[in-house]
């Protein structure tokens, strides 16, 4: 079957790095996604990886390696208003998100 | 990215009354669209895919006779909720794809259902 998983819940400190792993069971692969949940809110798109690495953006970097179907998200500096679900969701042989359960990310002064 | 909008942002209905929610993908014509369901603490589920000009195709267990979905125009997607009930209540999220090489999602604003 098909499975993604990530931790529940994380707690972190303002101002500090947190990193929120993802590993991946999919039928084919064509990519992973992170999203942004506040909530109440629908997701934002944070980042997308296909190829091996580190990708970075701003405060945010998304790792992929293919081989052990595993990424992670990199938040630095983290600040309050980062408080929120990161979504993985890897997409596979039919083009089809398979999503994760989200990890909670607490942030606290 | 991709524009788009949900209506109603929220409501309020009577079980065994039926909802309308509409999602429009304002600035590029989305051929494909999604409809998810998401519960309080628990991911997104998706519900069904729908093709603009063909029928939706539902995900197991999601009833298509309950969850009718009709998407007539590039830019115009409806899921109806037929005969409410409480356990419909829910948080109701459609997306877009821009297509081509693209698979990244665009999300519309969701619409908060409760069903009383």
């Known amino acids: 079957g098909q499975n993604i998983d990530q931790p529940t819940e994380m707690t972190a400190t303002e101002g500090a790095i947190v990193q929120i792993n993802c590993t991946y069971q999919t039928s084919g692969f064509n990519g992973l996604f992170w999203y942004q949940q506040h909530a109440g809110e629908a997701p934002t798109f944070l980042s997308y990886?296909?190829l091996d690495g580190l990708e970075e953006k701003g405060r945010f970097s998304s790792f992929l390696s293919r081989s052990k179907g595993y990424s992670y998200l990199l938040l630095k500096e983290l600040q309050m208003k980062d408080s929120a679900s990161y979504l993985c969701a890897a997409l596979d042989s039919n083009y089809q998100l398979i999503w994760g359960a989200g990890t909670k990310l607490i942030i606290k002064p | 990215g991709a524009v788009v909008s949900q209506h109603p942002s929220w409501v309020i209905c009577k079980s065994g009354t039926s909802v309308k929610i509409e999602c429009r993908s304002l600035d590029f014509q989305a051929t494909t669209m999604f409809w998810y369901r998401q519960f309080p603490k628990q991911s997104l589920m998706l519900m069904a895919t729908s093709n603009e000009g063909s029928k939706a195709t539902y995900e197991q267990g999601v009833e298509k006779d309950k969850f009718l979905i009709n998407h007539a125009s590039l830019t115009l997607s409806t899921l109806t909720v037929t005969s409410a009930h409480p356990e419909d209540s829910s948080f109701y999220i459609c997306?877009?794809?821009?297509?081509?090489?693209?698979?990244?999602?665009?999300f519309g604003p969701g619409t908060r259902l409760t069903v009383t």
């Open positions: 990886n296909v």
């Open positions: 997306s877009v794809t821009s297509g081509g090489d693209s698979y990244e999602q665009y």
